[in-house]
């Protein structure tokens, strides 16, 4: 499939009041202007990656929404985790062979790590 035949199908499967922020800097590839035409622009509108670029916003009133936010994605991103571990140790139970790729894919060094 050519790149614009996926990106067209993509687009049809993204509901249309779905704010994804477009990054205009480049494609994802990383090799040319991205196309954000008619999609919000990710760093100067949907940009909350840190807590200073909320406090930057003239008129932010954050208050704790910043550490409240993180909290919340670090809760659910360590039960995605979790769920995905014990679905691979019970998809791969011979041999050791799920704790190997759980161990795989916590280390930086898998080979060296993961006997």
Not at 68 to 86: H, S
Request: hydrophobic fraction near 35%; include cysteine.
């Amino acid at each position: 499939m050519k790149d614009a035949d996926w990106t067209r199908e993509a687009r049809g499967r993204v509901p249309a009041d779905l704010a994804t922020g477009c990054y205009p800097d480049f494609d994802s590839a990383g090799v040319k202007a991205a196309d954000c035409e008619g999609r919000v622009a990710h760093n100067r509108t949907l940009n909350k990656d840190t807590a200073a670029s909320s406090r930057a916003r003239a008129g932010a009133k954050t208050g704790d929404n910043f550490r409240r936010a993180t909290a919340g994605a670090t809760a659910e991103i360590t039960r995605q985790w979790n769920d995905f571990r014990v679905e691979l140790l019970a998809a791969y139970p011979g041999h050791g062979r799920g704790a190997q790729m759980v161990c795989a894919l916590v280390h930086d060094d898998p080979a060296a790590a993961c006997p």
